[in-house]
């Protein structure tokens, strides 16, 4: 392949112009690390709601995700286009769960009625 | 040809503009096709996820249960791991575009290293599970009826023991009751049901097609009790014969008292007197007296199902990244750097990483 080709052009323009980030990889590893022991320290307490665990669970995995997405795939360094790559799954994925609410809610109410722990 | 657009698989720029952003930095095909395929890795992770979400909200107690059983270190483990690999392909990545090619092998080797020692642990909790059984026996009727309860490892999965035990239950395990024929006096009518970390023991002389569990009779036992107090068989070794008697081992507790009464179970042969330092304890079980086997295989329940399907999928995902990663540790080793590729490539393990993260705590935490 010939040294100026389009591709190895766009490879070697594009994707190379932004490359160091001043992003400190060890120090979001290590609060990915502190997250981690946090939601397994969290598991075991005693909480007995069940939603108040899966809502702890969930919020601290969110944060983990979002070191991840920000700092490790570069979303912070991203321009609008990714953004929005990014945004329509997310509001799909949110539209997708309210679309389970009334299977989420109607075994519980079910449960519930008959007396059962829900 | 080499010049076509089938060549490059796009316009370059200086050709057209780009019709999206027009304005400001271009964004390399490469990075924008990466971003689009996590896209659609999100909907396809989170269809699953819904799956999980709609069970587990019509069976939480059962989900939390079962949940239990599963082996909270090694996936704790697994999760450090991945963190760590994502550390070392964010650098990997870092390395290839500053051309440190000594770096990124380092990095790269390090990152398909920890996808390895992943999937080894992986396969551990996996294996662990595949041996798991839970196995009901009864000795006599009605209320005097003695139940033992196996929770744990087969010891030996030789062809016979997988030709009659590991099956699925409803199909497999029908045909072992009837080749047993055990449908005549004292049928079976345990039921063994996880509720939160005790394990409930119902028995009652009725058939059971009635389904009439006498309350009364229900004899509750803690989980504890079961696994200390060699009150279980702990391991089915084999059959010896297919239809007549199931060979097992038990466990004893050293200095256990209870443990002949256990030892002495079920058509006992050796004993608890003359065995008891021995660390396993050996004796058959009629194959009538085994009312219930449940496998730990993803039809054990709608929560294996879910375990089994989300971290299965994960763990292709994790395969599919080997792949990738190897190829560039290769070129990297024979003097190549590809660092958009290696970009692209950190992308995807990057979400690998993130799957995971959200995959921990909903299949092993709550």
């Known amino acids: 392949m010939a040294e100026n080709s389009p591709r190895l052009k766009e490879a070697h323009g594009h994707s190379a112009a932004t490359p160091h980030h001043k992003v400190n990889y060890f120090l979001i590893f290590g609060i990915l690390v502190g997250l981690t022991i946090l939601t397994v320290g969290v598991a075991f307490l005693p909480i007995h709601h069940e939603w108040i665990k899966v809502l702890l669970a969930l919020t601290i995995a969110s944060i983990k995700a979002s070191f991840v997405a920000i700092f490790f795939m570069h979303l912070k360094f991203e321009g609008k286009l990714i953004y929005f790559i990014m945004i329509v799954p997310l509001t799909f994925t949110v539209v997708l769960i309210c679309a389970l609410i009334p299977d989420i809610v109607m075994p519980a109410l079910h449960n519930m009625m008959l007396g059962r722990p829900y | ?366």
Request: with cysteine.
């Open chain 2, 1 to 366: 040809m080499s010049e076509s657009l089938l060549d490059h698989g796009y316009i370059p720029e200086e050709h057209a503009p780009d019709p999206v952003i027009g304005h400001g930095d271009p964004i390399a095909p490469g990075k924008l096709a990466i971003w689009l395929f996590l896209a659609s890795e999100i909907m396809f992770f989170i269809g699953l996820l819904g799956t999980y979400i709609v069970l587990r909200s019509g069976s939480p107690q059962m989900f939390q249960a079962q949940g239990q059983t599963l082996n909270k270190t090694l996936a704790g483990i697994n999760t450090l791991v991945l963190i760590f690999s994502s550390l070392t392909m964010a650098l990997a990545v870092d390395a290839a575009q500053k051309g440190n090619r000594n770096r990124l092998m380092l990095m790269l080797g390090l990152t398909v290293l920890m996808a390895f020692g992943f999937m080894f642990i992986k396969y551990l909790e996996y294996s662990d599970k595949f041996h798991h059984y839970t196995l009901l026996a009864k000795e006599g009727t009605g209320a005097n009826a003695k139940i033992y309860i196996y929770d744990g490892h087969l010891e030996s999965m030789d062809v016979t023991v997988n030709d009659n035990l590991a099956m699925p239950k409803g199909t497999e395990f029908i045909k072992l009751t009837e080749a047993i024929g055990d449908h005549a006096e004292g049928t079976p009518a345990a039921v063994l049901d996880h509720k939160g970390d005790r394990l409930e023991v119902q028995f009652d002389d009725a058939k059971m097609e009635k389904a009439t569990i006498d309350k009364s009779k229900t004899v509750p036992v803690e989980k504890k009790q079961i696994r200390e107090k060699a009150y279980h068989i702990n391991a089915v070794r084999r059959l010896v014969d297919k239809k007549e008697e199931i060979n097992v081992h038990t466990y004893t507790l050293t200095g256990d008292t209870e443990h002949a009464e256990a030892g002495a179970g079920p058509h006992g042969k050796a004993e608890g007197g003359k065995e008891a330092a021995h660390e396993h304890q050996h004796y058959d079980i009629q194959a009538k007296d085994v009312n219930d086997i449940v496998w730990y295989g993803p039809q054990k329940n709608i929560f294996f199902s879910c375990y089994f399907a989300l971290t299965g999928v994960h763990g292709l995902h994790v395969i599919g990244g080997i792949i990738p990663l190897s190829l560039l540790l290769i070129q990297a080793a024979r003097g190549k750097i590809f660092a958009p590729h290696t970009e692209y490539v950190g992308l995807y393990w990057h979400f690998v990483d993130l799957v995971w993260i959200f995959l921990f705590p909903l299949l092993y935490l709550i």
